[in-house]
């Protein structure tokens, strides 16, 4: 079976997963994934025991920024790595019709991402049957790109803006980690006691994305030093992305001026430890992130990125907004160092809110879409 999804943490971590429930349901099933070269975190497969092989490929992608407007049409930097891209891609198609002719796989799941459409098109032509997924609740264009040649569009929640055939479209939800689960106040300070952290602790994690948000970092930055004082017992967890931890360690120092009751990282394999610790966390809306903290019942602030393609993450957050299931701010709230400071004491010193946000954002979670994404390529192996 081929696995193909690249880009961004919510692209590859359910990579993982999958491969995980396929291994469990029959150790014979060989798993090939296939990624995008210079993939800053396709490490995480590298060394993965449910991988058998991996092959990388370069891939390209057609640039649209939400909120840029039509004033992108004639920026001629996006212009040039739009061309540039393209041929990106017709190397990476030959690079896929390759592997795929090669070795002859049963069917391909693809999780999302540009990889994704040099390797499905390889395997159309190479009669491999595939499934595509869409984490958000709107299709990606990679998907809308390969839709009409799939055998099933799995989607995560039940949408009408997925422009698939009824027939064709299976409301599966969002591949998470099995070690994603509800956390009580037992579980919370066995995390805490690994953790070394005080289970008497008021903890806050921070996480951008696998690649970390610059703004969430910066802004978040400049309030820790008067959260760390007003506030003894609290402990900070910033997972910074990898590109961004060696500059903002020294901030930390310069700014704060210890690391005592703080813990920065680039990136973090073991994410449902630090989150399941926490008593808030302050994220992006990135599909894959959102599912994961729905199922541990944890307290967010919410702060989408109004850049990404289509405005999925403003509309993710809309969704969480509309279930009252979390707290969502825009960035230019968090700049604003009072206001930001504001809202993160709010939450942390009202009970009732925090208990309201938990339990409304457990009800938006779904424990069995690897379960159901699993069956469906089965389903199909020849």
């Not at 800053?40 to 590298?46: A, E, F, G, N």
């Not at 959260?227 to 903002?248: Q, R, S």
């Not at 925090?354 to 089965?378: G, P």
Request: some cysteine.
């Amino acid at each position: 079976m081929l696995l193909t999804g690249g880009g961004s943490g919510g692209h590859i971590t359910p990579v993982t997963t999958i491969a995980s429930e396929i291994k469990n349901r029959d150790n014979s099933n060989q798993i090939i994934y296939i990624g995008q070269k210079n993939d800053k975190l396709s490490y995480i497969l590298k060394d993965n025991k449910n991988i058998d092989s991996i092959f990388f490929i370069y891939a390209g992608k057609f640039r649209r920024y939400h909120s840029e407007g039509l004033k992108q049409i004639f920026d001629l930097a996006t212009i040039y790595k739009n061309i540039r891209d393209l041929f990106l891609i017709i190397i990476g198609l030959f690079q896929s019709y390759i592997i795929i002719r090669k070795c002859k796989p049963d069917v391909l799941f693809t999780r999302g991402g540009y990889i994704s459409v040099p390797v499905a098109i390889a395997a159309k032509l190479n009669r491999v049957p595939f499934i595509t997924h869409d984490s958000d609740s709107i299709a990606s264009l990679t998907n809308r790109i390969l839709a009409p040649y799939a055998k099933f569009n799995a989607v995560s929640v039940d949408s009408e803006e997925y422009p698939y055939s009824d027939l064709k479209k299976i409301i599966t939800g969002i591949p998470i980690s099995s070690n994603f689960k509800y956390v009580d106040e037992k579980l919370k300070n066995i995390y805490r006691t690994e953790l070394n952290i005080p289970i008497n602790s008021k903890v806050i994690l921070i996480i951008g994305g696998g690649l970390g948000s610059v703004i969430i970092n910066e802004s978040f930055l400049n309030i820790a030093n008067k959260l760390i004082n007003d506030i003894p017992e609290i402990w900070i967890i910033h997972i910074v992305g990898l590109n961004n931890f060696e500059k903002m360690k020294k901030d930390y120092l310069k700014n704060v001026g210890s690391l005592d009751r703080i813990k920065v990282f680039g990136f973090i394999d073991d994410v449902y430890k630090y989150s399941g610790a926490a008593d808030l966390i302050i994220t992006r809306a990135g599909a894959t992130n959102i599912a994961e903290f729905s199922t541990q019942g944890k307290e967010c602030i919410i702060v989408p990125s109004p850049f990404l393609t289509g405005g999925h993450q403003v509309k993710n957050a809309n969704y969480l907004l509309k279930n009252e299931a979390a707290i969502i701010l825009d960035e230019k709230d968090i700049v604003e160092e009072e206001y930001f400071y504001n809202k993160i004491i709010e939450l942390m010193q009202d009970q009732n809110l925090r208990d309201k946000i938990s339990k409304n954002i457990l009800k938006l979670s779904n424990t069995t879409a690897t379960t159901k994404i699993v069956d469906l390529i089965l389903s199909i192996k020849k």
